[in-house]
């Protein structure tokens, strides 16, 4: 483990047991690091593994689900850990997370206010005297406005909700913020504002670990870029060399950019294989313009990209 990185995993793997000993690979061997004030954007089509992982992190993964690997955050394995140890001491204190649908994840028939207030007794202690204004402050960090405090979600817009949930998320201070899709359904001017609030919130030893489909929220705020497909990362990249000239390395990961309107407006031909059914070696080659027999083997992530045949020297237009 890297002593400045506050979440170190290494070979996280997740197999989900199905009827008939069936296994689906959600996850295989994914290693990464997170230094405190460091924003890592997780990105890759729907299915890829990205929200299972997110789940591993937070020892929320259904019971047939089997895990491999460490994951380690301040030098506890949160793999290894038990639910006792997971509910009350990373959940909102070790890990802060910003839920992928925010209406959902906050409670229907009580005000933000009355929750951001049980949220700050429960993970700080505050006397029942201060709560209210430590549930205004706790609003204001999120730029949630004290007027709407006392709605309730349904009166919320998606924006809103969105801020309600990120206020809950940084409640504990938590050293890792996680954020599971938090743009999704938003327009572009939300969109930018959400990740800036979530950017400001990584410095004093926090990190953030976004994980999104959304490429310009990612170019936004990360300093670094994960793309998964089929499980695996297949790309690791520094934010400005993946957005940059010369662009990721990965044919996935180039067939992304290229797939944006700004960029070539060129979908990826063909479908991500189902997790239940992948095929040998790279899970990429049925798709890949590259693939040749070398393919057959599984490519190592090796200088930041799994792949045979990865690309030298392309720049975008």
């Known amino acids: 483990m890297n002593e400045d990185e506050l979440l170190t995993v290494r070979g996280l793997s997740v197999r989900f047991r199905m009827r008939g000993r069936r296994h689906i690979a959600a ?10 004030g460091e924003c890592l954007a997780l990105v890759g089509e729907s299915g890829c593994g990205k929200s299972v992982l997110a789940s591993a992190l937070l020892g929320l993964l259904p019971a047939n689900a089997q895990t491999r690997g ?7 394995d949160l793999l290894a850990a038990d639910e006792a140890t997971l509910a009350r ?23 933000v206010r009355s929750q951001l207030e049980e949220t700050v007794r429960e993970l700080t202690g505050t006397p029942r005297s201060g709560l209210r204004a430590a549930a205004e402050r706790a609003a204001a960090r999120s730029s949630f406005p004290a007027g709407h ?9 998606g924006g809103l909700a969105q801020r309600a949930a990120t206020a809950l998320a940084l409640v504990g201070d938590a050293p890792l913020l996680l954020a599971d899709e938090p743009t ?34 990612a170019e936004r705020i990360a300093d670094r870029v994960a793309v998964m497909y089929a499980g695996r990362i297949v790309e690791l990249a520094r934010s400005d060399t993946f957005f940059g ?6 044919p996935y990961a180039r067939g992304l950019l290229d797939a944006l309107p700004e960029r ?26 590259r693939a040749t027999r070398a393919c057959a083997a599984q ?19």
């Open 27 to 36: 996850v295989s061997d994914v290693s990464f690091g997170l230094a405190a």
């Open 299 to 317: 490519p190592v992530l090796t200088g930041g990209t799994a792949c045979h045949h990865a690309l030298e020297g392309v720049t975008h237009a």
């Open 245 to 250: 000239r010369r662009g990721p390395r990965h």
């Open 89 to 111: 001491t990373v959940r909102g204190r070790r890990i802060g997370l910003v839920p992928q649908s925010p209406a959902a994840h906050l409670t229907p028939v009580r005000t």
């Open 184 to 217: 999704t359904g938003l327009d572009r001017d939300l969109v930018d504002r959400t990740v800036d609030e979530l950017r400001r919130h990584t410095g004093d030893g926090r990190a953030l670990l976004m994980i999104t489909h959304d490429l310009a929220a």
């Open 70 to 76: 460490s994951a380690r955050l301040s030098g506890l």
């Open 264 to 289: 070539a407006f060129t979908p990826i031909p063909g479908q991500p294989p189902e997790l239940g059914s992948l095929p040998a070696g790279c899970a990429f080659a049925p798709r890949c313009d």
């Open 149 to 157: 405090l006392d709605r309730y979600p349904h009166q919320l817009s």
